[in-house]
């Protein structure tokens, strides 16, 4: 690859400035929704209907005092925020929305889950790194959580790659899945695997992105913040943007790799595949929204009752399945 064409990906498109234009158009209709799913207004008055407040809460917290407790590693903390954050950007290279090289290559599924499992590590480790006893228990329950999600999160990702590489030849690879994966919904062998897999993939992320009912590590009537309990300025607001690119790039990865976002329309105008794509997108971010409005918080056995119970054995049962139907429909 051409070493500017990965410079204009990584930061422009669909790199930092994608995803941060992304970040504040997602997070201001993600609390309108919110807001009216509760009976509120949400966001009014900065800018028209309130669509500057997320670069407005930005804003301030990048010029609040940065505080650090004794004790603590701001300098490492602010290096896995950071890795974390690129660990997402290089993500959006392995989707078909990027758009000169996308990073392409057989088993290149094994590098995406890698990627998408550092956010959590990161989340967990700033937390080990404040001595304070609210942020150990927070990280404690963010372990505990991710034995449960991170599991049923990567096998009902692993279903439609499967599923693609055994049937459209995609060899394992994100890229090529994302491209065949949306002709499974036509395949009446292969929509159950699917429907179970969406399902098991929206709680996990769900649960990734500790929204409720999940948010159990940040409980802040039990633990005031958990593991960013320490944290304000610079560092909180990358602990933010790091929460508000994993809804993106995880809401982009369900619409791209489920549904194919503007691949099944590819002979239409690209406009309109481009407005058939944010509304596959919109009703990803819509469906965890309201799970967010309707549930309240579970305590920590329930959630992980919930996950090894029901929705792993729902994930592992879709890549079971997943890995049988090529030999039958063979």
Known sequence: MIPYELIFEVIVYPGLMFLSIAVWLTQWYYRKVYAHMQSRIGPLHTGPLGILQPIADYLKLFFKEDISTEGSNPRLAVVLLSTAIGSLVALTLMLPIAPLHPIAASYDIMLAMYLLVWPTIAIALIGILTPNPFSTVGTSRVFSMTLAYEVAFVASVLTPVVLSSAIYGSNYSLYLSCLNAWRLWLNPY??????LALIAALLS???KLFAKPFDIPEAETEIVAGPFTEYSGFKLALILGLHDIEIVVGSLLITMLFFGGFTPFMWL??????IITVIEYVVVVTIITWIRAMTARLRIDQALIIFWKYVLPMAAIALIISVIIPYVIA
């Open 190 to 195: 292969t929509i159950v695997p699917m429907i």
């Open 205 to 207: 992320l769900q649960c």
């Open 269 to 274: 105008p690209w406009y309109i595949a481009l």
